[in-house]
């Protein structure tokens, strides 16, 4: 099990795939359960930004023309441009508040560092551990977790702030595999506890 001392790091919020693609319910994937992740997600966000720590969102986003999709290339939802760069829904949820010192960048696989400038933003930003948050914890955020170990990053999984897609059931199985050996997986109020003490 992995533990990581927030008082030995400096750490970023990484948040990905919180897009209106995979949380509205009008949207392509019809999650309507997205609600009370955002909610959790927002409280979280603002009390790291009061803490000093930096948040990063990065968004699943493919180009117009489909050259990059690879495996996705004849998905129905990529073949309709919903995951296109000129799409409506690839913009972060509306309901979350933003901060003029948000960041964003861009993925087009599941793993928030591929294919990204995610390595040179953490650079940029000293930042040497990660909170990951967003959807889906099967999905992109254990890609970014196993990523960012390989990295010798270490990762904390926020579990409120951290949703499965739609037709995800096996939520808390993907928890304990990522915390057998990937990351640890704390509660939002843990986490802010130990920012704060250090």
Known sequence: MIEVDLSRHKPAVVVTDVQEL???????????????LLEALEAFLRDCRSLGVPVVFSNYVLRDDRLDAGLLRDAPWVVAGHMGESSPWIGVDRRLERAASDIEVRHNRPSAFFRSDLDAVLAGLAADALLLCGLSVNNAISA???????????????????????????????????????????????????????
């Open 144 to 198: 970014t977790a196993r990523d960012a170990f390989a990295r010798d990053l270490p990762a904390i999984v926020v579990r409120e702030c951290t949703g499965a897609a739609p037709w995800e059931t096996e939520h808390e199985t993907y928890f304990a595999i990522l915390a057998t050996w990937t990351a640890e997986v704390a509660s939002a109020e843990d986490v802010l506890a130990r920012l704060r003490a250090s």
């Open 22 to 36: 995979f949380t509205s319910a009008e949207g392509p994937f019809e999650n309507t359960t997205s609600g009370p």
